[in-house]
């Protein structure tokens, strides 16, 4: 299962204006097994191509695969489902009035029993360091904060593969290590993920395989 291809991209393209193609021909087969980095500079396209994979953007050309199945006929939930998205600045996408609900909103929407809600949102307050936070409002607390509650907000969905779009913004050393922690051990227990990042150091630490994009085209396919 583990060696299937997880994610698969046909012949990509994708323009947000006519004749200016954003994405440019991608042909891309991901594992689930294998960490995999998509790196490039400023306007690359990744935030792109990681909108192209989740639905949230149609491609002009060409075909997305999510295990085996063209996501044209799937709806954004099931592709939600499949995978954790992080959007790049996550913080707009919150909601709630306190960290906490903001954390368990999802498993509340789900109808879980509120003694396993509340379990599973301290134990991801504990391991991202946010417990101080649960009663602050979600759009008041700092840019690695906001970062960090986005990030446990995705996991306590229980995902099998995790798409983050540049995780490691607004984070110091110190938590960055936390995260790479939490992300290995997830990864030993089988949760596949993709990460888009301009963090080298990060990289280093975690993958097993990284793609370049440049101007929508990938130029440099490695695994390490
Ligand atoms: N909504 C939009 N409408 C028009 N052009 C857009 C839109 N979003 C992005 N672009 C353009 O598409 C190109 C790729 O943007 P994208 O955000 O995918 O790059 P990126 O590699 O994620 O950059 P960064 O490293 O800054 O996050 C850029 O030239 C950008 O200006
Ligand atoms: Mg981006």
């Not at 087969?29 to 994979?53: C, F, H, M, W, Y």
């Amino acid at each position: 299962m583990n060696s299937l291809n997880f994610i698969e991209l046909r012949n990509l393209y994708f323009e947000y204006k006519e004749e200016n193609p954003i994405i440019n021909n991608i042909n891309l087969k991901i594992k689930k097994d294998e960490v995999t980095a998509i790196l490039g500079p400023n306007g690359s396209g990744k935030t792109t191509l990681g909108k192209l994979i989740m639905g949230i953007l149609r491609p002009t050309d060409g075909q997305v695969y999510i295990s085996n199945k063209d996501i044209l006929n799937m709806t954004l939930a099931q592709i939600g489902s499949k995978i954790g998205y992080l959007f790049q600045n996550p913080e707009k996408h919150f909601f709630s009035n306190t960290v906490e609900e903001e954390l368990g909103f999802v498993l509340r929407l789900k109808g879980l029993n509120e003694d396993y809600v509340e379990n599973q949102v301290e134990e991801l307050l504990k391991l991202f360091q946010l417990e101080y936070l649960k009663k602050s409002s979600p759009l008041l607390i700092s840019q690695g904060e906001k970062q960090r509650l986005a990030i446990a907000a995705i996991l306590i969905n229980d995902p099998e593969y995790l798409l983050l779009d540049e995780p490691t913004t607004g984070l110091d050393m110190e938590r960055k290590d936390i995260l790479i922690k939490v992300l290995k051990e997830l990864n030993k227990k089988g949760i596949g993920m993709t990460i888009i990042s301009h963090d080298h150091f990060f990289v280093e630490e975690l993958f097993h395989r990284v793609i370049n994009i440049h101007r929508g085209e990938i130029i440099y396919d490695q695994r390490i």
